[in-house]
T-cell receptor, first 114, second 117 residues
Framework: AQSVTQLGSHVSVSEGALVLLRCNYS??????LFWYVQYPNQGLQLLLK??????LVKGINGFEAEFKKSETSFHLTKPSAHMSDAAEYVC????????????FGGGTRLMVKP | EPEVTQTPSHQVTQMGQEVILRCVPI?????FYWYRQILGQKVEFLVS????????KSEIFDDQFSVERPDGSNFTLKIRSTKLEDSAMYFCASSTGAGGSASYEQYFGPGTRLTVT
């Protein structure tokens, strides 16, 4: 069974600092992987996805993530945090052949200090 | 930009009552989903729906739950007899199903917060 784990329920960075949010997956086959962002009272907005091909994927708002099969990881990074990046970030996975249901991690709340 | 909408934003009901949560998926999407998130817990998959039938459901989606696409635009989740533990945020999502990696992108609505008292 597939599972997605996010290390750190809360991450705090200073404005301008590197953002690193961790996501690990476990599955019997390499999955599709996604990062979503959730602002208060809003739905989940897709930031980026990994399906096939290039393992470094770029998303919206300057975020990127790298799929590392050897580490079963899909960590999200951004070189320089902005105040507007403060939100909940959720990693999710979907098996290629299994009906496309998403399995979610627990989420990481990113706080950005001025 | 097209978006998934959900109504109501907040529903309060008494235990044992029936509730219907409504969603309007993006118009050219073919796959529809319901997820829920109990406060402080992960988002959990409930059910997926394609071609007017359930394509997959989780263990959570028992006989108390049902889904329906009553017309060309709405997608509903019904809970027949609500329990306290049904209190959660319920998210609707849709995807194109057009093939290729884009079909795996699910677009989420803002959610309906269900409170069962």
């Amino acid at each position: 069974a597939q599972s997605v784990t996010q290390l750190g329920s809360h991450v705090s960075v200073s404005e301008g600092a590197l953002v690193l949010l961790r996501c690990n997956y476990s599955s019997s086959v390499p999955p599709y992987l996604f990062w979503y962002v959730q602002y208060p009272n809003q739905g989940l907005q897709l930031l980026l996805k990994y399906t096939t091909g290039a393992t470094l994927v770029k998303g919206i708002n300057g975020f990127e993530a790298e799929f590392k099969k050897s580490e079963t990881s899909f960590h999200l990074t951004k070189p320089s945090a902005h105040m507007s990046d403060a939100a909940e970030y959720v990693c999710a996975g979907s098996a290629r052949l299994a009906g496309n249901m998403l399995t979610f991690g627990g989420g990481t709340r990113l706080m950005v200090k001025p | 930009e097209p978006e998934v909408t959900q109504t109501p934003s907040h529903q309060v009901t008494q235990m044992g009552q029936e509730v219907i949560l409504r969603c309007v998926p993006i118009s050219n999407h073919l796959y529809f989903y319901w997820y829920r998130q109990i406060l402080g817990q992960k988002v959990e998959f409930l059910v997926s729906f394609y071609n007017n039938e359930i394509s997959e459901k989780s263990e959570i989606f028992d006989d108390q739950f049902s889904v329906e696409r009553p017309d060309g635009s709405n997608f509903t989740l019904k809970i027949r007899s609500t329990k306290l533990e049904d209190s959660a945020m319920y998210f609707c999502a849709s995807s194109t199903g057009a093939g290729g990696s884009a079909s795996y992108e699910q677009y989420f609505g803002p959610g309906t917060r269900l409170t069962v008292t």
